[in-house]
């Protein structure tokens, strides 16, 4: 379930009550607060499902960050994570507002804004890239 946060920057709201859907190179995320929150996003993992209440996995991350002497490990955490890969990632601003939800910055950001959808092949391969590099150290550090 963290890696679906960490790998979709869905927030509580999104990942626990809205749908979102699946597709074989895309995942579309049905978002409330605004206009902005429908969005495609490349699918670099396969997502989980929500399989515990949002509550008893806030729980479960308190916990870990405890045991990992790390502060402040929350859901929003996962959503940062997702910010972070598409910089590394290289993703240009005006996709990285896409993909995030957010709308087009400044007068620049609604010039480039534009569709995702040609992009999401390109996207996906360099974002994989990233993702790969923090799931080898994931399973090393085990």
């Known amino acids: 379930m963290w890696w679906t946060l960490c790998c979709t920057g869905m927030g509580n709201k999104e990942y626990w009550e809205t749908p979102w859907e699946v597709e074989a190179d895309r995942i579309l995320i049905h978002g409330t607060k605004r206009e902005t929150r429908d969005r495609i996003i490349p699918r670099i993992v396969t997502p989980v499902r929500p399989l515990c209440h949002m509550r008893t996995f806030e729980a479960a991350l308190t916990q870990a960050a405890v045991a990992l002497k ?10 940062r994570t997702w910010a972070h890969f598409l910089e590394l990632a290289k993703i240009p601003p005006s996709r990285q507002d896409a993909y995030m939800g957010h709308s087009a910055k400044g007068v620049g950001g609604l010039y480039r804004q534009h569709e995702v959808e040609p992009y999401l092949a390109v996207d996906r391969e360099a974002l994989r890239a990233i993702a790969g590099d923090f799931s080898a150290l994931k399973v090393m550090a085990s």
């Open 70 to 79: 790390l502060k402040g490990l929350t859901i929003y955490t996962g959503r």
